[in-house]
């Protein structure tokens, strides 16, 4: 149900339950305006639709199987559960034939047998566990248990394919959903504002050249500054990633590319830390440790440059690895058994309810106005032995057309749509 006041809608190009079970699921190719065939239906439509049927025409039928009542092949079951599979093999890459594993879920105190086949595939039907749940497989209650591997069975996923209905993407929704966007908006500013929640931490310190003593008569600030994340794709040689930090390397050596223009062919000193290196150093290392890159276009009261007789510094602050001694547990997960495995496959999510207002007791002056925009939405509604139903929801506060939309199937697959519209004064 919804106020059709605030979500325009073109009935034409809805998905429908006409649309969806007697037209899209059936054609392969792209199809404008499905609901166009099924709303308001009259001779002009029905010769429309068969246009289409001669355009693309129904892919997966044979007349010579419906007129023999031959009922096609079902390719997927209904799912009724989860499936875990795998395969058992002992050290020498042989399966274990008639093999005896346990299955746990400790979060739900569950745990199921099963025995292996003569290829070693063992397999769980039928599971039934929330997304992310633990669940390990045990293999240990079996002879020289010590020697097996246990491999499961990666999660299948569907193909990529290309969406067939590209031509109804919304390029510019502002313009196309304006309304529905303007009642967002104004359901938000209606919004009840939380508390504030004070969080104290203390600030991150950066490593710079002033933290090495090496380094001490560099100027204060840096007269280039590259950050570590930005040279993550250097690939190979660091020296790549350089040019933008102001550098120029030519003859195997880095210049500062203000002075190397200026015909100076002085090449820069380089540290790494407070360590002085050559470039075949810094071509060893790994981008994904450099903390951050410094060029000075000369080396202050340092006197580095007199020393070395160079023009400039270079400097790369490294990240600091912070040494932390391994736990027991990390060191025992380092070099985990074969025949216990732990995973945590994609399972079932939890059922969510839609919104409804809860209206108890008077109305008072800090409970927002109700302006949403969808009224009622329920995928489950059962009739009884006489084929009614009765469902119960509130109102929002503006006036306007509301829509009502109900949608079924009985269990003999019979199906039907109805459009019931009234007016909020």
């Known amino acids: 149900m919804i106020d059709e006041t605030k979500v325009p809608v073109n009935e034409d190009t809805e998905t429908t339950i006409y649309s969806n079970l007697l037209l899209s699921s059936n054609l392969e190719g792209y199809i404008e305006k499905p609901n166009y065939y099924f709303h308001k239906m009259d001779d002009q439509k029905l010769a429309h639709l068969d246009l289409l049927m001669l355009t693309q025409g129904y892919r997966r039928f044979s007349y010579k199987d419906i007129i023999a009542d031959k009922a096609p092949n079902l390719t997927f079951l209904p799912e009724q559960g989860i499936d875990i599979t795998g395969t058992i093999r002992k050290s020498n890459g042989m399966p274990l034939d008639k093999g005896r594993l346990l299955l746990q879920i400790p979060e739900k105190y569950y745990s199921t047998t099963t025995l292996t086949d003569a290829e070693g595939k063992f397999k769980f039907s039928n599971m039934v566990f929330k ?6 497989v045990n293999a240990r209650n ?3 248990s010590k020697d097996l591997r246990i491999q499961v069975d990666g999660e299948a996923f569907p ?10 993407d919304i390029l510019n929704i502002d313009s196309t959903l304006n309304t529905y966007l303007r009642n967002s908006k104004m359901i938000n500013n209606n919004s009840l504002m939380l508390r504030e929640v004070v969080v104290k931490s203390t600030a991150t310190t950066k490593k710079s050249h002033l933290d090495f003593s090496a380094l001490s008569g560099l100027n204060m600030m840096a007269d280039r500054s590259t950050t570590g994340d930005q040279l993550t ?10 040019v933008s930090s102001g550098l120029t390397f030519v003859d195997n050596n880095l210049f500062i590319t203000r002075t190397y223009n200026q015909g100076i062919r002085v090449p820069v000193e380089i540290y790494v830390n407070d360590m002085p290196v050559d470039i ?20 202050g009261l340092s006197g580095i440059n007199r020393r070395t007789n160079t ?12 040494k932390v001694p391994a736990t027991q547990a990390q060191i025992k997960e380092l070099f985990a058994p074969t025949n216990v495995v732990t995973i945590k496959p994609k399972g079932y999510a939890v059922e969510r309810q839609f919104y409804q207002p809860k209206y108890t007791g008077p109305r008072t002056s800090l409970q927002a106005q109700d302006i949403r925009s969808t009224i009622y939405w329920n995928p489950f509604i059962n009739t009884d ?10 109102n929002s506060d503006d006036k306007g057309m509301r829509k009502i939309v109900i949608e079924g199937m009985d269990k003999n697959g019979n199906f039907g749509r109805s459009i019931y519209r ?3 004064k």
Do not use: W
Not at 280 to 299: C, M, P, R, T, W
């Open 131 to 136: 997304d992310s749940a633990e669940v390990i």
């Open 142 to 144: 079996n002879l020289n």
């Open 159 to 168: 193909a990529v394919y290309a969406n067939v209905n590209a031509a109804d």
């Open 233 to 242: 794709g250097c690939g190979g040689l660091l020296v790549n990633c350089l």
């Open 280 to 299: 075949a150093y810094l071509n060893s290392l790994d981008a994904k440790g450099i903390e951050s890159v410094q060029v000075f276009n000369n080396d």
């Open 311 to 322: 023009s400039g510094v270079l400097v790369i602050i490294m990240k600091e690895i912070k």
């Open 385 to 394: 032995k006489d084929g009614k139903a009765s469902f119960e929801f509130f």
């Open 422 to 424: 009234y007016q909020v």
